[in-house]
Nanobody
Framework: QVQLVESGGGLVQAGGSLRLSCAAA????????MGWFRQAPGKEREFVAA??????????ANYADFVKNRFTISRDNENTVSLQMNSLKPEDTAVYYC?????????????????WGQGTQVTVSS
């Protein structure tokens, strides 16, 4: 079993920055990819960013188009992932969820192989 605990989030004005962090416990480590999704009211949960392990035990970052050049994901260690969010926009307002999944799981779409944190609210005012 995997437990994910998020921290960070809050209220910020447009153009501001926030940092989210997520710590994993349980069956995690280098076999797991980790990242972030978000869900706005009335919308489906969508992929934001991911760190995926690759050849040579390095990780690769992937981003949704709408956050490229604004958000930066980092895998601080095998069990911790962070998301630095800059130049925030009102449309970034959502509940942000940390996710972890085994390497063999397709990460970019929510599915039964994903483990989820409880979610943290990010609100960007205009």
């Amino acid at each position: 079993q995997v437990q994910l605990v998020e921290s960070g989030g809050g209220l910020v004005q447009a153009g501001g920055s926030l940092r989210l962090s997520c710590a994993a416990a349980g069956r995690t480590g280098s076999n797991y990819n980790m990242g972030w999704f978000r869900q706005a009211p009335g919308k489906e949960r969508e992929f934001v960013a991911a760190t995926r392990w690759g050849v040579g035990n390095t990780y690769y970052a992937n981003y949704a188009d709408f956050v490229k050049n604004r958000f930066t994901i980092s895998r601080d260690n095998e069990n911790t992932v962070s998301l630095q969010m800059n130049s925030l926009k009102p449309e970034d307002t959502a509940v942000y969820y940390c996710a972890a999944a085994d390497r063999v799981v397709f990460f970019m779409a929510p599915g039964p192989g994903h483990h989820w944190g409880q979610g943290t609210q990010v609100t960007v005012s205009s």
